[in-house]
């Protein structure tokens, strides 16, 4: 988690750098952010780190001797990036993106999206923009939930202190299914964006310590608290490595390695839209074709076998058939 709490870190100087006409000391940049982050205590040697590491990244802070003292600022290149004019082409390309990102309305990071968007609007002549509109009708963004996390800004806020400290929170949570929220304490990891949905990986306290990470949606949280009380991270935990076996954000049990017939009208679909990206597709001599995914989750892989309806059949592993077999048969019995 320490690479994470660098970067937030980090993150957040850049904004205050763009926001100080006259730059800042070391010591003025670590109240700032004690205060912004929550933090505890922070030493001006960790928030010079971290300048020299953005320096080292290639982006142009300066450091000057002033009667303050050393103060940091932008160099002239990042204060003008700003001034440089977009062609439509790169309008437009800016334009998808903001779409495809347009779920974390609410969040900061939605913030320097909007604040960007609306800098290279404000330097365009009329005449570009009209003509920027025209191509922009030629690729519709859908698919991307019109949704927004505005009315969740204090939970995220809380959220992400608690990932930087590593504090327990307490929550309140309304599962899928459930009539009333019940009141939890997790420990938070990391924060993802899913099919236009933020979703938090964290830990439930009173779940055993070899247990799974769970992944709470956003939407159901009703309120969040941080705690006094600190944990200790897992070491091993990666997002990386924990979305691994996953298709999406669902994990649930054991990885398994599952064999699925897929008949001929709906190959198309498993290898135009691919359910894993190291999936197996193997051609059949009489029509049709064999998925073979390893190490996904069994209930990833329900829905969209389901979704096929009898163009699928899972014929591996058999306790996975039979349980879906025991599914189709209550959906059956539903219909009579």
Do not use: C
């Amino acid at each position: 988690m320490a690479r994470n709490e660098q970067l937030i870190r980090q993150h957040r100087l850049l904004q205050m750098l763009e926001r100080a006409r006259f730059g800042k000391t070391l010591s003025e940049l670590r109240d700032a952010l004690v205060e912004e982050l929550g933090l505890d205590q922070l030493s001006e040697r960790t928030v010079r780190r971290d300048l020299e590491a953005l320096q080292a990244a290639g982006f142009d802070i300066d450091v000057s001797s002033t009667e303050r003292g050393s103060v940091w600022s932008l160099g002239e290149n990042l204060k003008t990036i700003k001034d440089v004019p977009a062609s439509a082409t790169e309008l437009l390309a800016l334009s998808m993106g903001r779409d495809l990102l347009s779920p974390l309305a609410g969040t900061p990071f939605w913030q320097g999206i909007e604040s960007l968007w609306h800098k290279m609007r404000e330097n365009l002549p009329e005449s570009v923009w009209k003509h920027f509109e025209q191509r922009r009708q030629t690729l519709v963004i859908r698919g991307s939930p019109a949704k927004s996390y505005a009315d969740k800004k204090g939970i995220l806020d809380t959220l992400n202190r608690a990932i930087t400290q590593h504090r327990v929170v307490e929550i309140e949570y309304l599962s899928a299914g459930q009539t009333e929220p019940r009141t939890r304490e997790i420990e938070p990891y990391t924060l993802v964006l899913y099919r236009g949905s933020l979703y938090l990986v964290a830990a439930d306290v009173n779940d055993p310590p070899d247990r799974q990470l769970r992944h709470w949606k956003l939407d159901r949280f009703l309120k969040a608290t941080t705690l006094d009380r600190r944990f200790k991270p897992r070491e091993d935990f990666n997002p990386d490595e924990h979305f691994a076996h996953s298709l999406g954000v669902y994990k649930a049990g054991l990885p398994i390695t599952a064999r699925i017939k897929i008949a001929p009208e709906a190959v198309a679909w498993v290898t135009e839209s691919p359910w894993n990206p190291n999936q197996e597709v193997e051609s059949l001599s009489e029509g049709g074709a064999v998925l073979t995914l390893r190490d996904v989750y069994e209930t990833e892989i329900t829905p969209r076998v389901l979704a096929l309806g009898g163009a699928a059949e899972v014929l591996d592993p058999p306790d996975f058939r039979a349980r879906l077999s025991a599914q189709l048969q209550t959906m059956a019995a539903a219909y009579e």
